[in-house]
């Protein structure tokens, strides 16, 4: 089988594999991060060595970035960001330093297979290398690329180098007997537990607050009220439907729309009851054809409009027309401007849509550049016409008067729904004490508070149910058997856990998941011991390459 496999990556190395590698990410190599020191401004220095390697040389610089673009889609399947595939390269480039230094031999050809049988891409539903999966990678591969088999395969050995020499500076990782018994009990220990929440918006204590009060909470939360920057423009529009009635198709457009994508337009689903019928293709097309031919025909007219937004938006640059000259260009065009409402860049504006697309374009007008290109928008298209710029600015408390009182009013409301989970709290602590259930217990302590209760089976943080309320994380840390936790406050509700049960596993030596814990931890924490001496390595490399430049 490895020999088949040698046999097949020799003679199918011809593209960039931008799958291949998934599963064997060397972390201590690709850490995200920026470049210090490393910039091109600087024309005047010829070289800058870095292990060996000139960084001020162009056609060097290439060379190492391109094997580390390649080793990088192959390690991960998917791209990465310019930074990060520089920071990328000179940490390759400094753990094949290394691999040098301690004199580690180059990957043979027996190594490269077993690296590629382990890869992830190819495994199958039992965790084993699958040949189908890899004749179906090797199927797809087409002829024409500029990297040649030597290349890959340069690549890929550099990568088992790599590797090896991570295993030998993250060594085998060193673990304290608390941590294991820390991540232990907190993943198996079998709780179980019910709750109780409150809906804060339901939440009435029937508040008021004064005009002072109000006053006082403006002046400490002025920030909460500055209106960020916005733009006003107008905007000449082109709807989609002025353009649907010229449109005709053909059966054959319709269809050719439906094949490109037939997920688009899913069929009708069964009537209730209804027998399984075997898929049709074509009865499949024929239940949603006139779904897909109003698609096409709408498809067809944004286009149309995106166009005539382009021609008017050209004809404006094309006829130098100026601030002064506007409307006298749009009433010889026929084409009249609407105001849209101020708008911040966050939020389009809602005459288009609340488009954010359109929202950037219009950030990016001013006196000078006062027109957009033509601009889909989700009704059509449209061509900004710059009005004004408006910076932020802190509003006058009389502009803002009713929202400062409605937000002092909540403030204070949601002050008093953190009081009411200290009372039911403790409430609830004292009526289980007294021998009630949890749900009479807590009924009594909430007064006339409605209260929604909730119990789960027995679980473990590990398999945790999945309508598990994320209220209960963090009451769990801390929540012994029998008690009842403070009440977690989020936007919408109040929550309070009640531990029925708790049963703190086996946290001995002794426990076969103790050894399986440790076995674990070692591995993380001697991996991020290699990073930080990889990146320290890489940090000292650039400050000395950049000092003997100068």
Do not use: C
């Not at 220095?45 to 192959?74: K, V």
Request: aromatic share 8%; proline share 5%; net charge negative.
């Amino acid at each position: 089988m490895i020999s088949w496999i040698q046999r097949t990556f020799q003679h199918h190395f011809r593209l960039i594999f931008a799958i291949l590698l998934v599963g064997m990410v060397i972390p201590f190599i690709f850490t995200i991060g920026s470049t210090p020191g490393i910039g091109r401004a600087d024309h005047k220095t010829a070289s800058r060595d870095f292990f060996g390697h000139n960084l001020m040389s162009q056609e060097e610089d290439r060379r190492l970035m391109d094997d580390a673009h390649l080793s990088a889609e192959l390690q991960t399947g998917s791209s990465a960001s310019a930074d990060q595939i520089q920071y990328f390269m000179l940490q390759r480039e400094t753990a094949l330093h290394l691999a040098d230094e301690l004199h580690l031999p180059e990957a043979s050809p027996t190594e490269v297979s077993e690296f590629i049988k382990g890869l992830r891409i190819f495994a199958g539903p039992d965790g084993q290398f699958d040949n189908s999966k890899y004749e179906l990678f090797r199927s797809s591969l087409k002829p024409s690329s500029g990297l040649s088999q030597g290349d890959i395969y340069r690549v890929l050995s550099d990568d088992v180098r790599m590797a090896k020499l991570q295993r030998l500076m993250a060594g085998p990782g060193y673990v304290m007997p608390i941590d294991v018994k820390e991540v232990l009990s907190k993943g198996d220990t079998t709780w179980t537990i019910s709750t109780a929440s409150v809906d804060y918006a339901g939440f009435d204590p029937s508040l008021t607050v004064s005009d002072a009060e109000v006053t006082k909470f403006f002046a400490d939360n002025t920030f909460r009220y500055t209106v960020a920057p916005r733009v006003s423009v107008d905007a000449v529009v082109f709807p989609t439907a002025a353009y649907t009635a010229g449109i005709t198709v053909t059966e054959a457009d319709v269809r050719q729309l439906y094949d490109s994508n037939p997920a688009r337009f899913p069929k009708p689903a069964p009537a209730k009851g209804a027998p399984t019928v075997k898929s049709d293709p074509a009865a499949d097309f024929a239940a949603v054809e006139p779904q897909v031919r109003q698609a096409l025909i709408g498809d067809l007219a944004k286009r149309a409009a995106v166009k005539a937004a382009s021609d008017l938006a050209y004809a404006l640059y094309d006829g130098k027309v100026t601030p002064a000259s506007l409307d006298g260009f749009l009433a010889a065009h026929k084409a009249v401007p609407q105001h849209l409402a101020p708008f911040t860049s966050d939020a389009g504006p809602a005459e288009l849509g609340g488009s954010r697309e359109v929202a950037t374009a219009a950030f990016e007008l001013n006196a000078t550049r006062f027109y957009s290109e033509g601009l889909p928008t989700p009704v059509g298209a449209a061509v900004l016409l710059w009005k004004q710029s408006l910076p932020a600015h802190d509003p006058a408390f009389a502009e803002v008067r009713d929202k400062v009182r409605a937000d002092a009013l909540d403030n204070k409301k949601r002050l008093r729904f953190v009081e009411f989970g200290r009372t039911l709290q403790a409430g609830t602590e004292r009526g289980l004490k007294a021998g009630l259930t949890f749900e009479k217990a807590a009924a009594a302590a909430a007064g006339g508070e409605k209260l929604s209760f909730k119990s789960y089976p027995a679980f473990t943080v590990r398999q945790q149910p999945k309508d598990l309320d994320p209220a209960v994380f963090g009451a769990l840390d801390t929540l012994a058997k029998g008690g009842v936790s403070a009440m977690d406050v989020a936007a919408d509700k109040g929550v309070i856990v009640y531990a029925a049960d708790k049963q703190v596993p086996d946290v001995t030596a002794s426990n076969a998941r103790y050894q399986q814990i440790r076995l674990q931890l070692a591995s993380s924490f001697a991996q991020a011991d290699a990073s930080s001496e990889m990146r320290e390595i890489v940090d000292d490399e650039l400050k000395r390459s950049e000092s003997a430049a100068k």
